[in-house]
T-cell receptor, first 117, second 111 residues
Framework: DTAVSQTPKYLVTQMGNDKSIKCEQNLGHDTMYWYKQDSKKFLKIMFSYNNKELIINETVPNRFSPKSPDKAHLNLHINSLELGDSAVYFC????????????????FGPGTRLTVL | RKEVEQDPGPFNVPEGATVAFNCTYSNSASQSFFWYRQDCRKEPKLLMSVYSSGNEDGRFTAQLNRASQYISLLIRDSKLSDSATYLCVVNIAGGYQKVTFGTGTKLQVIP
């Protein structure tokens, strides 16, 4: 059973296009995240949702719009794709999303490798 | 200063060796600490949480030094399968967690 799944795994598209990435978790977690890992392998948080509510919104261009239809799903839509958007996008989930004891472990999906030409 | 800093490596060590990585963090309010492992072209996976008193899981030992604001990971008896990038993760205290990942330390265990 896949705990956190993402589709598609690979996405190759032209500059200016609009694309979506989907994420689903079957762990019953309350919180889901989107991360971007660039070519230098730096993993940076973009958004976080808790029970469908946006709780973290880092400095990300408005072209990126997350949507959480329910707490098991978090999708990412990207408008007007740019070359610099090429990266691996990871979805993750955790039980509560709160910094507490015991530590709240994040479980990652396999990633979506986006290439913008 | 970066929020979480790691030596990128690579650390090239022979099988059976002991290797240690450090990670420093800048925010003294940080509360939770983790080591994640990321294999090439794969997702990060939790290796272990880091507790104040230090903790051990088999060949892996994690330590936290709050006074100097660093955490460490010690790997004993390195195996070829330990080759990966090790990510230091720090959670800022208060409310919903905002974890910050270090850029990772690459380990290559050589036969």
């Amino acid at each position: 059973d896949t705990a956190v799944s993402q589709t598609p795994k690979y996405l190759v598209t032209q500059m200016g296009n609009d694309k979506s990435i989907k994420c689903e978790q079957n762990l019953g977690h309350d919180t889901m995240y989107w991360y971007k890992q660039d070519s230098k392998k730096f993993l940076k948080i973009m958004f976080s949702y808790n029970n469908k509510e946006l709780i973290i919104n880092e400095t990300v261009p408005n072209r990126f719009s997350p949507k959480s239809p329910d707490k098991a799903h978090l999708n990412l839509h990207i408008n007007s794709l740019e070359l610099g958007d090429s990266a691996v996008y990871f979805c993750a989930s955790s039980q509560t999303g709160r910094g507490q004891y015991p530590p709240d472990t994040q479980y990652f999906g396999p990633g979506t490798r986006l290439t913008v030409l | 200063r970066k929020e979480v800093e790691q030596d990128p490596g690579p650390f090239n060590v022979p099988e059976g060796a002991t290797v240690a990585f450090n990670c420093t963090y800048s925010n003294s309010a940080s509360q939770s600490f983790f080591w994640y492992r990321q294999d090439c072209r794969k997702e990060p996976k939790l290796l272990m949480s880091v507790y104040s008193s230090g903790n051990e899981d088999g060949r892996f030992t994690a330590q936290l030094n709050r006074a100097s604001q660093y955490i460490s990971l010690l790997i004993r008896d390195s195996k070829l399968s330990d080759s990966a990038t090790y990510l230091c993760v720090v959670n800022i205290a208060g409310g919903y967690q905002k974890v910050t990942f270090g850029t990772g330390t690459k380990l290559q265990v050589i036969p």
